[in-house]
């Protein structure tokens, strides 16, 4: 991880700090080289850079009381971890950022250091795992040290913010330019189309950017604006736009109180132009909160998190469902157990809806189960949510996991990472794509310089032969169903068939449910029949595989003439 000089002092000694893991790899110090990612056997946390200061851990509050947090965990059945790209640092790049993917299957994304020079690049993954540097960064106007994901327009464009870099004349936590929004065009050109003077305009924004319809841009930055907070004098952090012409509307400036500050998160939009998003905590607010900016700039918070039980330091983008709930994850909080997730609490999955009411959804317990998640989620269509947790699972503080957390509020785990080839201390968000499988970034790899990955989610295929018959009426007929694992599947399917209505048609299938080991087919018969009052005609057969939320299905065609 990269540890923040500006946001480490945002914990009071009233509520208590995490010490020198509070940060994502995003927050970056203040001086020194980029020194590879991965937590080493020395017990030094990822992605740190040489001459920060060290976090001074404060004193937590006393819990008299024992936290009965609820919590469920399921032993998944096999996942297929599959590493597509190990980064090699130096001109190859290292640290990787959030993904995004294209309709082709493409891959884009930055690394926060590496590249011709020191300073990230913008890269591309295609479908056979290569991967091109679409830009490198040269640390000066063009900017330095990309964060957060891309975002990607029609013509594939591609745009993102640095943290530093840009506008030369001006210092950001000591360091040159207060970092800039750029895009990098299909050729590999980039334009700047902002740099950000750390004053009202804002200043080091440590998050992707939101793109609309019309072509605007909306982000955070984590410093400039206004307000109180005590970090190197460049304030609270604002939330931007952007117009196609380059011209920048700061929407809201936090000013460190009840509204919180330091936003190091994206925002996410709905319908009605309202903005949503995150802060990681400081002022009255200091364990962070959820926010909402309306079309004319009022800010309101929706939710200030307050370490027990609800959670401490949210990071991440949120995802917002079809009834307006969002969904994120918080750093710490939660359950404290010191022997399993340190000494601020294993972080929450949280859900808070449109009135601002919070639900906790999950409690990380530490340990194999994971702690620490340091990124937002994925939503499927049936409200499985998907995500990373940067710590716990084959060891204390090795090597995080990748969890899926069911409506039932079930955490299930997908992946245990080892640190080797599968990397280790995931960060960043997952996205999913639409048969399900998730695609991620990560931390260590072999080379220690982080990974791209994809997992494919353990899942079964349901096949008919023949897939069409022809009888006369009173007639009957058999087909095979071939129900293959996918991904290493092991459980049983239940099989079911319908037929039309009100046609004198019936089917079965036997056997009624097959069990899976993961390798292996297994079949089962259709059986239709018609009757003599079956008129002609063409009739489809719908057979059915069910294993909790996941169901496939196919069709079976009966000719009556």
């Not at 609270?236 to 330091?262: A, H, M, N």
């Amino acid at each position: 991880m990269k540890l923040s000089s500006r946001i480490v002092p945002s914990c009071p000694v009233a509520v208590g700090c995490f010490g020198a893991h509070a940060q994502t790899q995003k927050m970056s110090a203040v001086a020194g080289g980029y020194v590879g990612s991965g937590v080493a056997a020395t017990g030094e946390w990822p992605l740190q850079r040489t001459g920060q200061r060290n976090a001074i851990r404060l004193l937590l509050i006393l819990v008299n009381s024992v936290l009965l947090v609820a919590f469920l965990t399921l032993t998944a059945t096999a996942q297929s971890l599959n590493t597509l790209y190990e980064f090699q640092g130096g001109a190859d790049g290292g640290a990787p950022n959030e993904l995004i993917r294209d309709s082709a299957g493409n891959l884009y994304g930055t690394t926060i250091a590496g590249g011709k020079t020191i300073f990230g690049t913008v890269f591309k993954i295609d479908n056979s795992g290569k991967k091109t540097i679409l830009y490198n960064f040269l640390g000066g106007t063009d900017g330095t040290e990309p964060h957060g994901g891309l975002v990607r327009d029609a013509e594939g464009n591609l745009y993102g913010t640095t943290e530093y870099g840009g506008d030369l004349s001006v210092l950001c936590a000591g360091m040159q330019g207060c970092g800039v929004v750029f895009k990098v065009d299909p050729t590999g050109h980039e334009t700047v189309l902002y740099s950000f003077t750390g004053g009202a305009d804002g200043g080091q924004p440590l998050a992707g950017l939101m793109l609309d319809s019309a072509g605007n841009l909306y982000g955070t930055t984590a410093g400039g604006g206004i307000g109180g907070c005590d970090y190197w004098a460049v304030g609270c952090g604002v939330v931007f736009k952007l117009d196609s012409t380059g011209k920048e509307t700061v929407l809201y400036s936090f000013v460190g109180g009840t509204d919180s500050g330091v936003p190091a998160s994206p925002v996410i939009g709905d319908s009605s132009g309202n903005l949503y998003g995150l802060t990681s905590g400081v002022g009255a607010a200091a364990s962070g909160s959820v926010f909402k900016l309306d079309a004319n700039g009022k800010e309101t918070v929706l939710h200030a998190f307050s370490n027990v039980p609800d959670g401490s330091q949210p990071y991440g983008r949120l995802v917002r469902d079809g009834a307006g709930n969002l969904y994120g994850t918080t750093y710490g909080g939660g359950i404290f157990d010191p022997n399993n997730c340190g000494d601020g609490g294993c972080g929450v999955v949280f859900e808070v809806t449109p009135t601002g009411k919070e639900h906790v959804l999950y409690s990380f317990a530490g340990g194999p189960r994971g702690w620490g998640p340091l990124a937002g989620l994925a939503r499927d269509k049936q409200g499985n949510l998907y995500g990373a947790a940067a710590l716990g699972g084959a060891g204390f503080a090795c090597c995080g996991v990748v969890f899926e957390l069911n409506p039932k509020r079930e955490e299930i785990l997908l992946h245990t990472f080892t640190g080797a080839a599968d990397g280790g201390g995931p960060e960043t968000g997952l996205i999913l794509d639409a048969a399900g499988n998730l695609y991620g970034t990560a931390g260590q790899g072999t080379s220690g310089n982080g990974v791209a990955f994809t997992i494919t989610p353990a899942n079964f295929k349901i096949a008919i032969s023949p897939i069409r018959a022809t009888v006369s009426p009173g007639g009957s007929i058999a087909s095979t169903l071939t129900i293959a694992p996918v991904a290493g599947f092991t459980d049983s399917v239940s099989l079911s068939c319908t037929v039309p209505s009100g046609e004198s048609l019936a089917c079965s299938v036997s056997p009624n449910s097959v069990t899976l080991d993961g390798t292996n087919s297994a079949t089962a018969d259709l059986s239709v029949s018609s009757s003599l009052s079956t008129p002609a005609g063409a009739y489809r057969i719908k057979v059915k595989g069910v294993f909790g939320t996941l169901q496939h299905s196919t069709v079976f065609t009966l000719t009556v003439m």
